[in-house]
């Protein structure tokens, strides 16, 4: 398990970084709604060259030996949304997996080895994740559109 959203759970590792870190104007914010789920929701603007809101969570490095999948057990509101999973806590770049939400619970199947480096929203001429070990994962919207967003995450889990 990397995380199990509950009414327990302490946000206090999970960190929110939006567009306001570029002159952006999106606001998001990641809370555990009254079922014990985790709720990121916010809204993205592309006001000011912005448009992005995401959160992000630093464990302590997690090895990976035969995990082939994470799994999301996710509630979108049918936007698309992408998975980043840094390997290593100063690599600049993230690997990026894309998902389409239905607006009903789903189990999203990440394949670790089909995430791919992208940095800044460009695809990079990097090898594709080798799942050998994971330092942080993410969740982005970028949908280049002014949009209101609620994802409710129950559980972010490898296997």
């Known amino acids: 398990m990397i995380f199990d959203f509950n009414s327990e759970s302490d946000l206090s590792e999970w960190a929110i970084v939006d567009d306001l870190v570029m002159g952006g104007r999106s606001d998001s914010y990641l809370d555990i709604n009254k079922e014990g789920q985790g709720d990121f929701h ?15 969570y630093r464990p302590s490095p997690i090895p990976l030996s035969g995990q082939l999948y994470c799994k999301l057990k996710v509630k979108g509101d049918g936007k698309d949304y992408q998975f980043r999973i840094k390997e290593y806590e100063d ?29 800044r929203g460009r695809r990079l001429d990097k090898p594709d994740y080798a799942a050998r070990q994971i330092s942080e994962v993410a969740i982005l919207i970028s949908n280049k559109r002014n949009e209101n967003f609620q994802l409710l995450i129950d559980s972010i889990r490898l296997e």
């Open 91 to 119: 690599e600049r770049f993230s690997y990026i997996y894309n998902f389409e939400t239905s607006g009903d619970w789903e189990t999203i199947e990440i394949p670790l080895l089909e995430m791919y480096p992208s940095f």
């Open 42 to 56: 916010g809204v993205v603007s592309l006001e000011n060259n912005g448009g992005f809101a995401s959160t992000r």
